[in-house]
């Protein structure tokens, strides 16, 4: 889906399609300075508006690599997250003495991801680090050792490339703002 096609939806748009493939491509050359082909990398998606980031990540980077998927769901009041994390779908793959790269969408409050990269590394992985496209510096709560950061946004409502508001928008090409009155 283009921005064209949901003008009256989106006050703006973050990152074009171009953005977005040059942002991963940037990513995988530094990720690919890190690891080599015998590191044994497993790099978990998760799910699932990590989706479009992990497959053109995984199909960007010229290494050698394992690719799995977990969902986890953390509840609270409302639309905030409580910390309170409880997994859906759990690994297919032993990460044991595995180098372990988490890709997410965005890092919004970190509070899931915290408790995902604390919950992973009690597993016996020889290391893990994570890789997200998005952050958003003024919303984060907790501090996250972030070692791949593809682009800081503003705390706005984004969508698009994965990014849903009520599990719409997900396959918009670009990444844009929600217009408020959509989810007010």
């Known amino acids: 889906m283009d921005i064209k096609d949901i003008e009256s939806d989106i006050?703006?748009?973050?990152?074009?399609?171009?953005?977005i493939a040059d942002t991963i491509s940037e990513l995988a050359r530094r990720i690919e300075a890190d690891?080599?082909?015998?590191?044994?990398?497993?790099?978990v998606g998760v799910l699932r508006g990590a989706v479009m980031v992990m497959?053109?990540?995984?199909?960007?980077?010229?290494?050698?690599?394992?690719?799995?998927?977990?969902?986890?769901?953390?509840?609270?009041?409302?639309?905030q997250s409580s910390g309170v994390v409880r997994i859906l779908k759990d690994l297919?793959?032993?990460?044991?003495?595995?180098?372990?790269?988490?890709?997410?969408?965005?890092?919004?409050?970190?509070?899931t991801l915290s408790w995902l990269l604390a919950n992973l590394r009690t597993r016996g992985a020889e290391s893990v680090e994570i890789c997200a496209l998005l952050r958003k510096p003024d919303a984060v709560k907790v501090e996250l050792d972030v070692r791949y950061v593809g682009v800081?946004?503003?705390?706005?409502?984004?969508?698009?490339?994965?990014?849903?508001?009520?599990?719409?928008?997900?396959?918009?090409?670009?990444?844009?703002?929600?217009?408020?009155h959509v989810y007010a």
């Open 35 to 43: 690891y080599s082909d015998d590191d044994d990398l497993l790099i």
């Open 11 to 19: 006050t703006e748009v973050l990152l074009s399609e171009e953005q």
């Open 92 to 111: 297919d793959t032993d990460i044991t003495g595995r180098k372990v790269l988490i890709v997410e969408d965005i890092i919004d409050s970190g509070l």
């Open 55 to 79: 497959a053109d990540l995984a199909r960007a980077l010229h290494i050698h690599l394992t690719m799995d998927w977990m969902a986890v769901s953390s509840y609270g009041s409302g639309t």
């Open 152 to 180: 800081d946004i503003p705390n706005a409502f984004v969508v698009g490339y994965g990014l849903d508001y009520a599990e719409r928008y997900r396959n918009l090409k670009s990444i844009g703002v929600l217009a408020p």
